[in-house]
């Protein structure tokens, strides 16, 4: 589940997003505590914490004083959001580069993009 | 603060045999920490030592800031668990009860549980006990001890990979909410490297590397691509090991790569990979071993 590349507890943090983004942790829904993220990626308990707190400093999580740490109100649409701004950094740019690589010119790949929605049944285009 | 372990010059010599040579480090506080090396390396001397089960050259050993070295006091406040535990010979329930005497925070109900959990058969005379047997006996003890300071050195010769996962469950459910110093010598680096906080690596009796292991991921990358652009990559850089094929070259450079280092080398078209654990250790030993031979030809 953890690979070797990044520091783990940015790994976990990014497990944490990740949730939050796709709404299996629900904002106001109680996140795992330090201890119990650690048990189940077999992680110190140090380095889990570690990884919440990104999620603390950067205002997705909240601390509620003896009861636990929490989603908080927004948290997602402030990740989906920031992933908008940076999809064409993320996704497009690589996307282009490969294909110039390949010499598939833009028209083609904008037919494979339609080609791959529309396998998928998913976004219109 | 009081560090739990403070080792300072420590030197071991065995007749010809430099066990440990001048090994300096502390570890303050509950942690988890990898002692690492190849066999020999003298990961085992160390914990004998600063166990106060053998005695060093030169050089100072403090846990708790007292010498453990025929101290009750703070030998009760640490547990080693040995590869080569030698138990006396009774039934594994009389070794948990008289361990249950040695060690103040014995945890009974944790040393039962994981009695039941390592199939251990409580009524067995201990002579009888395969070897894998043996190695889950000391883990129990060692983990039902809760002593401030637990020293694993290579803990489970003879435990099967379910064992070995179970060992490493119970080591942090218990660690969670019990938390002490723990150091873990172990030849499994990569099973266990996402458990620990940070991992010193001994080689030849020295320390060769001793670093938060969040800080140790990622601290060193293989380069791989065309020769050219390989070497252009690295320029500057710390290199560790070079390998050539034909117009392909694999590089190993030291040092965390940072955004604008891995932009560049997709422009230059070239694969990154970060070492594992297990790797950094091997580069790490090997380079030292190389060290000699430099200053001879310098």
């Known amino acids: 589940m953890l690979d070797d590349g990044a520091p783990i507890f940015s790994q976990v943090a990014e497990h944490l997003v990740q949730e939050i983004a796709d709404g299996a942790m629900a904002e106001e829904e109680r996140v795992p505590s330090s201890n119990e993220l650690a048990a189940y990626y077999r992680i110190n308990p140090a380095t889990a914490a570690k990884g919440i707190n990104v999620l603390i400093e950067s205002g997705l999580l909240e601390k509620r004083r003896g009861i636990g740490m929490f989603v908080a109100t927004g948290a997602r649409g402030r990740l989906l959001e920031d992933r908008r701004n940076r999809f064409t950094e993320r996704y497009v740019e690589p996307m282009v580069a490969e294909a110039d690589r390949l010499g598939i010119d833009a028209d083609t790949l904008a037919n494979l993009?339609?080609?791959a929605s529309h396998a998928k049944g998913g976004i219109k285009v | 603060m009081t560090s739990t372990i403070s080792v300072a010059g420590l030197t071991r010599r065995y007749r010809d045999h430099l066990a440990l040579d001048d090994v300096t480090f502390a570890v303050d506080g509950p942690s988890i920490t990898g002692l690492l090396g190849r066999n020999g390396a003298g990961k085992s001397t160390l914990m004998r030592i600063v166990a106060g089960q053998e005695f060093a050259s030169a050089g100072r050993v403090l846990v708790g800031g007292a010498s453990p070295v025929e101290n009750d006091a703070v030998l009760r406040r640490m547990v080693l668990v040995r590869e080569d535990?030698?138990?006396?010979?009774?039934k594994v329930r009389d070794a948990l009860r008289a361990a249950s005497w040695?060690?103040?925070?014995?945890?009974?109900?944790?040393?039962?549980s994981l009695l039941a959990d390592f199939d251990l058969p409580a009524r067995r005379p201990i002579k009888r006990l395969s070897r894998g047997m043996l190695s889950a006996l000391g883990i129990v003890i060692g983990l039902a001890a809760r002593a401030e300071l637990t020293l694993l050195d290579e803990p489970y010769a003879g435990l099967?990979?379910?064992?070995?996962e179970l060992f490493y469950d119970r080591l942090l459910a218990d660690y969670a909410e019990h938390p002490r110093t723990v150091l873990l010598s172990t030849h499994l680096i990569d099973e266990v490297a996402d458990l620990l906080e940070r991992v010193v690596i001994i080689d030849h009796g020295r320390i060769v590397l001793?670093?938060?292991a969040d800080d140790v991921r990622g601290s060193i990358t293989t380069v791989r691509g065309s020769v050219g652009a390989v070497e252009r990559f690295?320029?500057?850089?710390?290199?560790?090991?070079?390998?050539?094929i034909a117009s392909q070259e694999t590089v190993v450079v030291a040092g965390t790569l940072d955004q604008v280092d891995v932009l560049r080398a997709r422009e230059l078209d070239l694969t990154l990979e970060p070492l594992s654990l297990q790797q950094v250790m091997v580069h790490a030993a090997s380079r030292v071993s190389e060290e000699p031979k430099e200053r001879t030809s310098a």
């Open chain 1, 113 to 115: 993009i339609r080609q």
């Open chain 2, 85 to 90: 535990q030698a138990f006396p010979d009774v």
């Open chain 2, 102 to 112: 040695c060690y103040p925070n014995w945890s009974a109900e944790l040393g039962e």
């Open chain 2, 160 to 164: 099967d990979a379910v064992a070995r």
């Open chain 2, 210 to 212: 001793d670093a938060p």
């Open chain 2, 234 to 244: 690295v320029a500057g850089r710390p290199t560790w090991d070079r390998r050539r």
